[in-house]
């Protein structure tokens, strides 16, 4: 009935695009979470997370009266200490949320969209729309970027992720594990490995301890620990996260901060000691936000990147095992397109953004 309408009316004068203010952010989410490609990447809490990571949130959203039928959110970066104005780049994470089955709507939309932009100072545009690239919402993507004459460029986020559907029932997710892994889920528990849910900030900070030993050890960079706990203040009041933390007697042992935004759950950050490994805490904690996800109402599980083949020698092989083997199915996306408005000043400014 929706698409019916939005096909009837995408070029009526009445379809504008225009920003969304902060007291529309419940309506904003709304529309993000009830589309068929939303993501968490588009959800208002977002973006007020990439504004403490000197990053410029811009909501906009294409509106037909009082109803939002397409919506943007674009992060803005500039070179330090220069204003928007002066040239930045736009980047749309996950988005943008639309039907592209529409032409007429995509038309109008991308059309102010790039007017907009141009207006605000935006050099170049990058973005990485949700849906999968083998998909038909994925091949209709793909048309209209190269008819818009976008170009591939260097990737944000993964290129390949691990989805599990959290339809089935709690037994048959089990059996659709590799034997080991349902092996290792029992036997943390049988050892006495406890998963509880963080509560304060001091269990932002502990399992911040454990993920700069994570990051030395797996030789990966991290945020600062004000970051993690924007995380926190952000989306766990919200329930659009939650920080899930293994002990054993009292011993913290890993924790998984997992997203949960239109029916999507997702792994974001992991963290784990180097202590007790025997003991299998992270098995159990994946399994226990598997189980909260489902609870929540969330349809699937996205471990949220593995390397972009399966061969033995990629840097993070052991990950791509690991996620592997809970029994989801391997998403590949279509990755990051670009539209250069300038391209002397974009040369220039890439060189400090």
Same mark, same amino acid.
């Given at each position: 009935?929706?698409?019916?309408?939005?096909?009837?009316?995408?070029?009526?004068?009445?379809?504008?695009?225009?920003?969304?203010?902060?007291?529309?952010?419940? *309506?904003?989410?709304?529309? #993000?979470?009830?589309?068929?490609?939303?993501?968490?990447?588009?959800?208002?809490?977002?973006?007020?997370?990439?504004?403490?990571?000197?990053?410029?949130?811009?909501?906009?959203?294409?509106?037909?009266?009082?109803? #939002?039928?397409? !919506?943007? *959110?674009?992060?803005?970066?500039?070179?330090?200490?220069?204003?928007?104005?002066?040239?930045?780049?736009?980047y749309i994470p996950k988005g943008p949320v639309i039907d592209w089955s529409q032409p007429a709507l995509?038309?109008?939309?991308?059309?102010?969209?790039?007017?907009?932009?141009?207006?605000?100072?935006?050099?170049?545009?990058?973005?990485?729309? !949700?849906?999968?690239?083998?998909?038909?919402?994925?091949?209709?993507?793909?048309?209209?970027?190269?008819?818009?004459?976008?170009?591939?460029?260097?990737?944000?986020?993964?290129?390949?992720? &691990?989805?599990?559907?959290?339809?089935?029932?709690?037994?048959?997710?089990?059996?659709?594990?590799?034997?080991?892994?349902?092996?290792?889920?029992?036997?943390?528990?049988?050892?006495?490995?406890? #998963?509880?849910?963080?509560?304060?900030?001091?269990?932002?900070?502990?399992?911040?301890?454990?993920? *700069?030993?994570?990051?030395?050890?797996?030789?990966?960079?991290?945020?600062?620990?004000?970051?993690?706990?924007?995380?926190?203040?952000?989306?766990?009041?919200?329930?659009?996260?939650?920080?899930?933390?293994?002990?054993?007697?009292? *011993?913290?042992?890993?924790? &998984?901060?997992?997203?949960l935004f239109a029916r999507q759950a997702i792994y974001l950050y992991g963290a784990s000691s180097n202590?007790?490994?025997?003991?299998?805490?992270?098995y159990l904690l994946q399994w226990e936000a598997m189980r909260w996800a489902r609870q929540q109402g969330?349809?699937?599980?996205?471990?949220?990147?593995?390397?972009?083949?399966?061969?033995?020698?990629?840097?993070?092989?052991?990950?791509?095992?690991?996620?592997?083997?809970?029994?989801?199915?391997?998403?590949?996306?279509?990755?990051?397109?670009?539209?250069?408005?300038?391209?002397?000043?974009?040369?220039?400014?890439?060189?400090?953004?």
């Open positions: 009935m929706v698409s019916r309408y939005i096909a009837a009316n995408a070029h009526s004068p009445l379809l504008k695009l225009k920003s969304v203010p902060i007291e529309q952010r419940e *309506q904003w989410d709304h529309f #993000i979470t009830n589309s068929p490609h939303g993501h968490l990447l588009q959800s208002w809490g977002w973006g007020e997370l990439k504004a403490h990571a000197d990053w410029s949130p811009l909501r906009l959203a294409l509106w037909d009266d009082e109803q #939002i039928v397409a !919506a943007a *959110q674009v992060l803005r970066r500039t070179a330090p200490h220069l204003p928007l104005r002066a040239g930045h780049l736009a995509c038309d109008s939309f991308f059309s102010q969209l790039a007017t907009y932009l141009r207006k605000q100072g935006a050099l170049a545009v990058r973005m990485e729309p !949700a849906p999968e690239s083998s998909t038909r919402d994925g091949e209709l993507v793909l048309k209209r970027l190269h008819a818009m004459r976008m170009h591939p460029a260097p990737a944000v986020q993964p290129l390949r992720t &691990i989805v599990l559907d959290l339809a089935p029932a709690e037994e048959t997710l089990l059996a659709q594990m590799k034997e080991k892994w349902r092996y290792n889920v029992r036997l943390a528990g049988r050892k006495g490995v406890t #998963i509880r849910v963080a509560e304060t900030h001091d269990d932002v900070r502990a399992w911040y301890s454990l993920l *700069q030993t994570t990051g030395e050890r797996d030789q990966f960079g991290v945020h600062t620990c004000d970051y993690y706990l924007n995380v926190w203040d952000i989306f766990v009041s919200r329930n659009e996260a939650r920080l899930l933390l293994a002990e054993h007697n009292g *011993q913290l042992l890993a924790g &998984i901060f997992v997203g202590e007790q490994r025997q003991l299998m805490p992270n969330a349809h699937s599980y996205d471990f949220w990147g593995i390397p972009e083949t399966d061969g033995e020698d990629e840097a993070m092989a052991g990950v791509y095992r690991f996620k592997r083997g809970w029994g989801g199915r391997v998403v590949q996306f279509i990755g990051c397109y670009e539209s250069v408005y300038n391209p002397l000043l974009m040369r220039i400014a890439s060189r400090f953004m």
